[in-house]
C-alpha cells in the first residue's frame, strides 16, 4: 500500500510568506509542514510515499529527497500541468494496482491512519473519507452518512444555507485501485467535485469514516498562527525537537541563560541560535541561526530562521520570515506578516494587521501603517454572496475602493472592460471613482454609466461586449453602511468561486499594475437607456395595458427609477401620482419606521383617489411593494402568493415556476390547483437568476419583493414587474384585492436564535437527525413538511449567513398553530445550540 501526498499548492493565501516558499515547505515548528505528514505517515506504516508536485517541486525534493533519513521511500511526480486533485493523483499513479491513501501536504493532523485503514477494510469499501468536525464548516465539504457509515450526501464548500451537518471532509482518503481507475488520465478531475458525486449516483460504496483527532486545514495566516499556538498548548500530538528545560525547547548550540532570560507558556528555540539577556519570551516559536537581542520582548509569534532581532525591541502575535533584520527598539503590532529579507529600521513602528513583501526596508524610526485600518471582519471575509458592505467612509474610503479596483481588475485581465454605475449617494459616487482608479492602473478600460438602476446594468452586461461591472450604492436598509455589487459578464451577480478568487487578490495584495503604456482608459456611453427602453416595451402587450388606463401611485423613493420610468409609463397611458420622483441621496435608506410609513401614505392617497394601485420601487430599482385598490398592503411573501397566482391565471401553457425555499406553501397549493411544478432554489438573487436558465420556467418570485420574467429579462426589475402586472391585470380583468382574496391563506410564525458561528454547524447535524425519517428539502436550511395529513403544514430551519443567528419559521392553517410549532422547534435550536 502506497500513501500519496499532494504538496503542489501554490500557497497564495499564505503571501507573503509563500513568496519564497512553496507551501508544504512553510515551517511549522520549525520543520516543514510536509514534514509533519509524513512523520504521521511513517507512524502508521506508510512509508512508500509518493508526493505530487507542481509548484517549485526543486525546494521540496531538495529537502525530503529519496526519504531515507526520515526512514521512508520518497517517490515525486511532477505534473505538466493542473489536474485537479483527483487527476494529479492519477497521473502520480498511473500503472499502480493497489490500494492508496491520499493526504495533503499542508494540514496539521495527528489522525489515528490505522484505526481509519481498518475501517475502509471492515466496510468493504472502494473509498473511505476521513471526516472530522468543525465549528466552521463553509470552506469545507460537508458529508452526511447513514447508520451504515456510507456516505448519503456531499456537498462542497456549502453556503450557511446549505451546511446540514458540521462533518466534513478533511481531505484524507482511501482509495482501491479500481476507484482510482474511474479517474481520467491526464484530465482535470476533482474528487469533490467530480469522482465523489459520481460514486454517490452509482452507489459505489463510498463511506466516511468521523475521527475526533485534531486536524487543521492551515488555509489562511491567521489559521497557520493558530496552529503554532494549538501545539504550544499541547492540543496535537506533535515530536518537539530540542532538549526541555521546563517549558522551554532547546536547540542544539543555542545559547540561553534561562537565569536572565523570562520564558513563559511553551517556548520553542532551534538550533544555533542566541537569546540575550533580559529578553522576554511568550508562548513562541524561534527558528535556527536566529539571534535576540538583550531586553527584547517577543509573544506569541513565530519567527523563521536566520532573524536577527536587536535589542529592547517588541514583537507580538507576528511571523517574520526568513533572514529578516529587525532593528532595536523597533515595535511590531500584531498580526503582522514579514516576508523573508526585510530590513527593519531602528526605532520603527509597524502598526497591527501590516504585510510586507520580501526584502522591503523600513527606514529607521518610520511609522508605518496602513491608509486603511482593516476590522476583524475584513480578515475573516470580504464578500457577502456577490456584495462587499462596509461603514460609509469608515471601511468603505478612497484607499479600499481603490485597492478592491485593482484586486477585480488583476482578476477580470488587462485589456478588457467593466461597466461601473451607482445611485445619486456622494460616499457611492466617491466610491464608484476610486473603483475606476484600481481598474485602470490594473490595464482593465472602464464604462461609467454614472447613476442607473441595477436593471440597466445587467441590460447592458447582458450584450456580452464587456467582462463584468460593478454597482455601488448606499445600503437599502441601514444608511450608514455602503454596498459594492459585483456581477459576472452575463449580469449575473459574480458567483462564489469569483468572489473568492477575487478575495486572493485581494488579501495577497500581490496583483500587478499595468505599465504607463497600458494603463485603462475610462468612457462614457449614452445609448444604455435607449436599448433598455426598447427591450421593455416590445415585450409586453401595451394596447391591453392602454385600454384599462390604470390610476397608479407610485413611490420612486427618490432612486434612479424616477428618471427612466416616467418617460416609459408615457406609452401606457396610465394616470400616475408620483412621489419622491426626484434623485436626493439623502434619502436613499428607509428604515422600517420610514418605510412603514411610506406604504401607508401609499394606502391612504389610493384609497382618497380611489386608484388601483400604490407602488414603491425601491431605490435600486429591483424591488417591488404594493397596495391594492382597497388601501391595504401586501407583506412580501403574500406578494410573491398573488403575483404567481397571477401568472398563473394569464400564462396557462406554462409549465413550472420557481420560488425560494423560504416562500409560503400557498405557492404548493396554488401549483397543485394550476398543475403546474414548483422548483425550490435557495434564498438568493443568484440562485433566482440561476433559476431563469431554465428555459421552461417562465417566471422565478422572490420573497423580497423581486421578480423575474424570463421572457424579458433572467435578473428582478422593479419597473418591469410593475409594467408585468399592469399586463396580466388587464388580460384578466381583475385588480390586486380581487386575485387576494381568491387565494387559500396560510399563516406564518417565525422565530430567531441566537447562535455563534462556532455552534451552527453541530445544529445543522442535529436538525438533520432529528428529521432524518421525515419529508424535508435541503435546498437552502432544512425544511420539514410535518406529516399531520394537512397540506401546508411546515417548518423551517435555516442559519443566518451574515449574523450569529439562527432562524425558525412555521407555517399552519391557522396562527396558533403556527406559533405553537415555532416555539417548539426555537426551544429545539436551543437545546441543540447549548449541548457541550
Same mark, same amino acid.
Given at each position: 500500500m502506497k500513501a500519496v501526498i499532494m504538496a503542489g499548492g501554490f500557497g497564495t493565501r499564505l503571501r507573503p510568506l509563500t513568496c519564497n516558499t512553496p507551501k508544504p515547505m512553510v515551517p511549522l515548528m520549525n520543520k516543514p509542514m510536509m514534514a509533519h505528514i509524513v512523520a504521521?505517515?511513517?507512524?502508521?506504516?506508510?512509508?512508500?510515499? =509518493?508526493?505530487?508536485?507542481?509548484?517549485?517541486?526543486?525546494? =521540496?525534493? #531538495?529537502?525530503?529527497?529519496?526519504?531515507?533519513?526520515?526512514?521512508?521511500?520518497?517517490?515525486?511526480?511532477?505534473?505538466?500541468?493542473?489536474?485537479?486533485?483527483?487527476g494529479s493523483v492519477r497521473n502520480a499513479t498511473k500503472g499502480m494496482n493497489e490500494r492508496i491513501l491520499i493526504i495533503s501536504g499542508d494540514v496539521l493532523t495527528d489522525f489515528?491512519?490505522?484505526?481509519?485503514?481498518?475501517?475502509?477494510?471492515?466496510?468493504?469499501?472502494?473509498?473511505?473519507?476521513?471526516?472530522?468536525?468543525?465549528?466552521?464548516?463553509?470552506?469545507?465539504?460537508?458529508?452526511?452518512?447513514?447508520?451504515?457509515?456510507?456516505?448519503?450526501?456531499?456537498?462542497? @464548500?456549502?453556503?450557511?444555507?446549505?451546511?446540514?451537518?458540521?462533518?466534513?471532509?478533511?481531505?484524507? +482518503?482511501?482509495?482501491?485501485?479500481?476507484?482510482? *481507475?474511474?479517474?481520467?488520465?491526464?484530465?482535470?478531475?476533482?474528487?469533490?467535485?467530480?469522482?465523489?458525486?459520481?460514486?454517490?449516483?452509482q452507489d459505489l460504496g463510498l463511506y466516511g469514516y468521523t475521527t475526533d483527532g485534531y486536524w487543521r486545514d492551515i488555509g489562511n495566516l491567521n489559521e497557520y498562527q493558530d496552529a503554532h499556538m494549538d501545539v504550544l498548548a499541547g492540543t496535537v500530538n506533535v515530536d518537539l525537537t530540542g532538549l526541555q528545560s521546563g517549558n522551554a525547547f532547546i536547540g542544539e548550540g543555542t545559547r540561553i541563560d534561562l537565569g536572565t532570560v523570562q520564558v513563559s507558556g511553551r517556548v520553542i528555540v532551534g538550533r544555533n541560535c542566541t537569546i540575550g539577556e533580559g529578553s522576554k519570551i511568550s508562548n513562541s516559536i524561534i527558528g535556527d541561526n536566529s539571534v535576540i537581542g538583550p531586553g527584547s520582548i517577543i509573544t506569541n509569534s513565530v519567527i523563521w530562521s536566520d532573524?536577527?532581532?536587536?535589542?529592547?525591541?517588541?514583537?507580538?502575535?507576528?511571523?517574520?520570515?526568513?533572514?529578516?533584520? =529587525?532593528? *532595536? @527598539?523597533?515595535?511590531?503590532?500584531?498580526?503582522?506578516?514579514?516576508?523573508?529579507?526585510?530590513?527593519?529600521?531602528?526605532?520603527?513602528?509597524?502598526?497591527?494587521?501590516?504585510?510586507?513583501?520580501?526584502?522591503?526596508?523600513?527606514?529607521?524610526g518610520a511609522v508605518l501603517t496602513r491608509s486603511l485600518v482593516w476590522e476583524d471582519k475584513w480578515l475573516r471575509e470580504l464578500f457577502t454572496d456577490s456584495r462587499v458592505t462596509g461603514l460609509s467612509n469608515i471601511e468603505m474610503n478612497p484607499e479600499f475602493g481603490a485597492k478592491l479596483g485593482a484586486a477585480y481588475g488583476a482578476f477580470i485581465g488587462a485589456g478588457k472592460t467593466v461597466v461601473t454605475c451607482r445611485d445619486s449617494d456622494n460616499v457611492s459616487r466617491m466610491m464608484n471613482r476610486a473603483i475606476l482608479c484600481g481598474l485602470v492602473s490594473a490595464g482593465v478600460n472602464t464604462f461609467d454609466l454614472r447613476a442607473i438602476s441595477i436593471p440597466l446594468l445587467r441590460h447592458e452586461l447582458s450584450s456580452g461586449k464587456e467582462a463584468g461591472g460593478i454597482h455601488v450604492r448606499r445600503n437599502p436598509t441601514d444608511k450608514n453602511l455602503t454596498d459594492i455589487i459585483f456581477f459576472d459578464a452575463n449580469g449575473k451577480d459574480l458567483p462564489t468561486s469569483k468572489t473568492k478568487s477575487v478575495e486572493r487578490l485581494f488579501f495577497g495584495e500581490d496583483f500587478a499594475r499595468a505599465p504607463r503604456e497600458k494603463v485603462g482608459g475610462i468612457s462614457f456611453p449614452e445609448r444604455t437607456t435607449e436599448a433598455y427602453k426598447e427591450k421593455f416595451?416590445?415585450?409586453?402587450?401595451? *394596447?391591453?395595458?392602454?385600454?384599462?388606463?390604470?390610476?397608479?401611485?407610485?413611490?420612486?423613493?427618490?432612486?434612479?427609477?424616477?428618471?427612466?420610468f416616467p418617460i416609459i409609463l408615457g406609452s401606457f397611458d396610465c394616470q400616475v401620482v408620483a412621489l419622491n420622483a426626484h434623485l436626493d441621496p439623502r434619502k436613499l435608506t428607509r428604515d422600517k419606521y420610514e418605510f412603514d410609513y411610506s406604504m401607508k401614505q401609499l394606502s391612504h392617497i389610493v384609497t382618497s383617489l380611489k386608484y388601483d394601485m400604490g407602488c414603491l420601487i425601491?431605490?435600486?430599482?429591483?424591488?417591488?411593494?404594493?397596495?391594492?385598490?382597497? #388601501?391595504?398592503?401586501?407583506?412580501?411573501?403574500?406578494?410573491?402568493?398573488?403575483?404567481?397566482?397571477?401568472?398563473?391565471?394569464?400564462?396557462?401553457d406554462v409549465e413550472s415556476v420557481a420560488v425560494p425555499i423560504t416562500s409560503s406553501g400557498e405557492i404548493d397549493l396554488l401549483a397543485e390547483r394550476h398543475k403546474v411544478k414548483v422548483v425550490k432554489t435557495r434564498n438568493s438573487h443568484l440562485a433566482m437568476m440561476e433559476a431563469a436558465a431554465n @428555459?421552461?420556467?417562465?417566471?422565478?418570485?422572490?420573497?423580497?419583493?423581486?421578480?423575474?420574467?424570463?421572457?424579458?429579462?433572467?435578473?428582478?426589475?422593479?419597473? +418591469?414587474?410593475?409594467?408585468?402586472?399592469?399586463?396580466?391585470?388587464?388580460?384578466?380583468?381583475?385588480?390586486?384585492?380581487?386575485?387576494?382574496?381568491?387565494?387559500?391563506?396560510?399563516?406564518?410564525?417565525r422565530r430567531t436564535v441566537n447562535c455563534s458561528w462556532e455552534h451552527k454547524g453541530k445544529v445543522m447535524r442535529h436538525i438533520m437527525a432529528d428529521t432524518d425519517t421525515m419529508r424535508r428539502d435541503l435546498v437552502d436550511g432544512v425544511k420539514v413538511y410535518l406529516p399531520e395529513g394537512t397540506k401546508g403544514i411546515s417548518v423551517l430551519m435555516i442559519p443566518d449567513k451574515e449574523r450569529p443567528l439562527f432562524h425558525v419559521s412555521a407555517e399552519a392553517r391557522d396562527q396558533q398553530s403556527a406559533d405553537r410549532l415555532a416555539l417548539d422547534y426555537e426551544k429545539k435550536v436551543i437545546t441543540w445550540r447549548d449541548e457541550p
Open positions: 504521521l505517515l511513517k507512524k502508521h506504516g506508510l512509508n512508500d510515499i =509518493i508526493a505530487t508536485l507542481f509548484y517549485s517541486p526543486e525546494a =521540496i525534493t #531538495g529537502h525530503f529527497g529519496d526519504g531515507s533519513a526520515l526512514g521512508v521511500k520518497m517517490q515525486y511526480v511532477r505534473a505538466d500541468a493542473d489536474y485537479g486533485t483527483a489515528d491512519l490505522t484505526a481509519a485503514l481498518r475501517y475502509h477494510e471492515a466496510r468493504k469499501a472502494k473509498a473511505t473519507i476521513v471526516l472530522t468536525h468543525a465549528k466552521n464548516p463553509l470552506q469545507f465539504g460537508v458529508v452526511i452518512t447513514g447508520e451504515d457509515g456510507k456516505i448519503t450526501r456531499f456537498l462542497e @464548500k456549502p453556503s450557511w444555507g446549505e451546511v446540514f451537518s458540521d462533518t466534513i471532509n478533511t481531505g484524507i +482518503y482511501i482509495i482501491e485501485p479500481d476507484i482510482l *481507475e474511474m479517474i481520467p488520465y491526464r484530465q482535470d478531475f476533482d474528487f469533490s467535485k467530480d469522482l465523489f458525486p459520481l460514486m454517490l449516483r532573524v536577527v532581532v536587536g535589542h529592547n525591541s517588541e514583537i507580538s502575535s507576528d511571523v517574520i520570515g526568513s533572514k529578516c533584520s =529587525i532593528g *532595536e @527598539k523597533a515595535v511590531i503590532a500584531e498580526n503582522v506578516f514579514i516576508g523573508d529579507g526585510c530590513w527593519i529600521g531602528r526605532g520603527a513602528r509597524l502598526s497591527a494587521n501590516i504585510k510586507l513583501w520580501p526584502e522591503k526596508v523600513v527606514e529607521e416595451l416590445s415585450s409586453l402587450d401595451i *394596447e391591453a395595458i392602454s385600454k384599462k388606463k390604470f390610476k397608479l401611485v407610485i413611490d420612486y423613493s427618490n432612486g434612479v427609477a424616477s428618471t427612466i425601491d431605490g435600486g430599482g429591483e424591488r417591488l411593494f404594493l397596495v391594492n385598490e382597497n #388601501g391595504d398592503a401586501f407583506d412580501s411573501d403574500r406578494l410573491l402568493t398573488v403575483v404567481t397566482d397571477m401568472f398563473l391565471q394569464t400564462h396557462k @428555459k421552461k420556467i417562465r417566471f422565478i418570485g422572490g420573497t423580497k419583493g423581486g421578480f423575474i420574467f424570463t421572457d424579458f429579462f433572467f435578473a428582478t426589475d422593479a419597473m +418591469y414587474s410593475l409594467a408585468k402586472l399592469l399586463e396580466m391585470m388587464a388580460h384578466a380583468d381583475k385588480r390586486l384585492g380581487e386575485f387576494d382574496t381568491e387565494i387559500p391563506r396560510l399563516y406564518l410564525a
